[in-house]
C-alpha cells in the first residue's frame, strides 16, 4: 500500500480545464447542473477512492461518471435531485453518447433511478439506510478482523498513521470533507489489509450506494471525539492482533454511524425521504 499525502495534488488538464467555475450561490438563470463547480470536482477526484476503480481517460464515460458521483460525495448533488441530459452535456461540455452511457451505468448500479417526471438521483428510505448500515457492518467487521490476523508490519504502521493523522485534523479543525475523505482512507486501509479482493470488490460496490445518504456525519461536531475514540478501539485491536475485538470494534463504530446518519438526514436542507 503506498501512503499518499494529504496535500491536494495538481489536476492533469482535461476537457474541463476550459470551463468557468460555476457559483452555487448565484444562479442568474443557470441551471442545476451549471451552478455546480464541476472544475472543483474534477480537481478534487484525482486519487480519491471515487477514481480508483474507474477509466478516467478525458472525455470517457468513466469520468463522467466519476463526476457526478463526486458531486453526490460533496452535497452538489443530492437524493432527489433531478438531473437533465441536456443541462448536464452542457454544463460538462460532453458529447451526448458518453454522457448517456455514464448515466446507463449509474441507473444501473442504483444511483439514478427514472420516475414519470424524469431522471433523479434515488433516494433512500429509512429502511433502506439501516439495511446499507447492517451490510457494510457484516463485511467490515469481517474486513477488520481479516486485517487483526493478516495485516504485515507495514499495513499496521499505515492504519496507525492515518490514525494519528486524523487526530491531528480534528484537533486543528479541518472541515468536514477533507476528514470525510480521511476517514474513506482510514476504512480503506482496513480493506485492503485484509488479503481478501473479492471483499474488497464488494465494499467498493458499496461505497457507491453510500453516495446516497447525503452530508458527511463529520459535520455533526458533536461527533468528532466518539468518531476518533471509536477508530482508536479499531486500531488498537488490529495492532494487537485481536481478530474478534476488532470485528467487535468495527460494528459498535458503524452502528453509531448509522444512528448519527439517521439524525442527519431527519435534519438536512434537501429532504431525503420518500
Known amino acids: 500500500m503506498k501512503e499518499t499525502d494529504l496535500a491536494p495534488k495538481k489536476t492533469p488538464k482535461s476537457h474541463l480545464s476550459k470551463l468557468k467555475p460555476a457559483k452555487v450561490t448565484s444562479t442568474n438563470g443557470m441551471s442545476p447542473a451549471e451552478q455546480i463547480d464541476w472544475q472543483q470536482l474534477e480537481a478534487e477526484l484525482e486519487g480519491s477512492p471515487i477514481s480508483q476503480s474507474n477509466d478516467l481517460g478525458t472525455g470517457s464515460v468513466g469520468r463522467i461518471r466519476a463526476l457526478i ?13 433531478r438531473l437533465k441530459e441536456v443541462e448536464l452535456g452542457s454544463a460538462l461540455h460532453v458529447s451526448r453518447t458518453p454522457l448517456r452511457e455514464a448515466l446507463t451505468q449509474l441507473k444501473t448500479e442504483r444511483v439514478l433511478e427514472v420516475d414519470n417526471e424524469g431522471l433523479r438521483v434515488r433516494k433512500l428510505a429509512w429502511a433502506d439506510i439501516r439495511s446499507l448500515y447492517e451490510l457494510r457492518g457484516t463485511l467490515e467487521g469481517l474486513a477488520a478482523k481479516l486485517s487483526a490476523q493478516r495485516a504485515t508490519p507495514g499495513e499496521r504502521h499505515f492504519i496507525d498513521q492515518l490514525l494519528a493523522e486524523e487526530k491531528s485534523l480534528i484537533e486543528n479543525n479541518a472541515s468536514p470533507e477533507i476528514l470525510a475523505k480521511h476517514n474513506r482512507r482510514f476504512h480503506a486501509s482496513i480493506c485492503k489489509a485484509s488479503g481478501n479482493h473479492f471483499l474488497e470488490e464488494q465494499l467498493n460496490q458499496l461505497l457507491q450506494m453510500m453516495v446516497l445518504l447525503g452530508a458527511t456525519v463529520y459535520s455533526m461536531e458533536t461527533r468528532l471525539a466518539n468518531i476518533l475514540a471509536e477508530h482508536e478501539k479499531i486500531n488498537i485491536a488490529i495492532q494487537k492482533n485481536k ?16 444512528i448519527a446518519r439517521l439524525h442527519l438526514i431527519s435534519q438536512a436542507e434537501h429532504p431525503q425521504m420518500d
Open 69 to 81: 458521483l463526486a458531486g453526490l460525495h460533496s452535497g452538489a448533488i443530492w437524493p432527489g435531485m
Open 243 to 258: 481478530p474478534d475485538a476488532a470485528e467487535q470494534a468495527m460494528r459498535v463504530h458503524l452502528e453509531a454511524g448509522l
